[in-house]
């Protein structure tokens, strides 16, 4: 079965710095996986993918992934956060069937 | 943009009254999926949709039932409202391996 955890719940960081919010999955098979981006009081939109192509994505707004299989990480960085990072952040894993699995999500803090 | 609507967008209501939400599409995409999203709990399937009068059972479908008459439409109904049923509820497509969030509905029950 697939599921995945994200590792903090709430990250702070200063205007700036690095962003790193962190993303383990479980899976019996090299999946797909997601990084969604939910702003206060918004919909999900798609941050990046993860399909085997590359194991570096680049998403929007300059979030970047990286697919580790050995370690079984798919963490989220980005160089230089700014002030309209703050949202919550959505890691997904889909499953061979129909289904999506969630993360229970990271709430991203940037401070002036 | 994946042409997804959902209405209403906000709703209150009391207990024990039946609730529709509904979520469109103009795309014509084959699954679409109903969540819940509840602090602490990130979203969970409640239903969801591989075709018209297709559906199926999601994490969470207790007090939840599903209709889906056209492939544009897939209705999310609450026949008797619970408290525990306050929640923003959110309309999915997948297209064709990646999902699209509708806005999300809103919905107190009192």
């Known amino acids: 079965a697939q599921s995945v955890t994200q590792l903090d719940s709430h990250v702070s960081v200063s205007e700036g710095t690095p962003v790193l919010l962190r993303c383990n999955y479980s899976?019996?098979?090299?999946?797909?996986l997601f990084w969604y981006v939910q702003h206060p009081n918004k919909g999900l939109q798609l941050l990046l993918k993860?399909?085997?192509?590359?194991?570096l994505v680049k998403g929007i707004n300059g979030f970047e992934a990286e697919f580790k299989k050995s370690e079984t990480s798919f963490h989220l960085t980005k160089p230089s956060a700014h002030m309209s990072d703050a949202a919550e952040y959505f890691c997904?894993?889909?499953?061979?069937?129909?289904?999506?699995?969630f993360g229970t999500g990271t709430s991203l803090t940037v401070i002036p | 943009d994946a042409g997804i609507t959902q209405s209403p967008r906000h709703k209150v209501t009391e207990t024990g009254t039946p609730v529709t939400l509904r979520c469109h599409q103009t795309?014509?995409?084959?699954?679409m999926y109903w969540y819940r999203q509840d602090p602490g709990h990130g979203l969970r399937l409640i239903h969801y949709?591989?075709?018209?009068?297709?559906?199926d059972k999601g994490e969470v479908s207790d007090g939840y039932s599903v209709s889906r008459s056209k492939t544009e439409d897939f209705l999310l109904t609450l026949e008797s409202a619970t408290s525990s049923q306050t929640s923003v509820y959110f309309c999915?497509?997948?297209?064709?391996?990646?999902?699209?969030f509708g806005p999300g509905t809103r919905l107190t029950v009192l």
């Open positions: 899976s019996s098979y090299s999946p797909s």
């Open positions: 999915a497509i997948r297209a064709p391996d990646t999902q699209y």
């Open positions: 997904v894993v889909p499953d061979t069937g129909n289904q999506f699995y």
């Open positions: 795309e014509n995409h084959r699954y």
């Open positions: 993860y399909t085997s192509a590359a194991t």
């Open positions: 949709s591989y075709g018209v009068k297709d559906t």
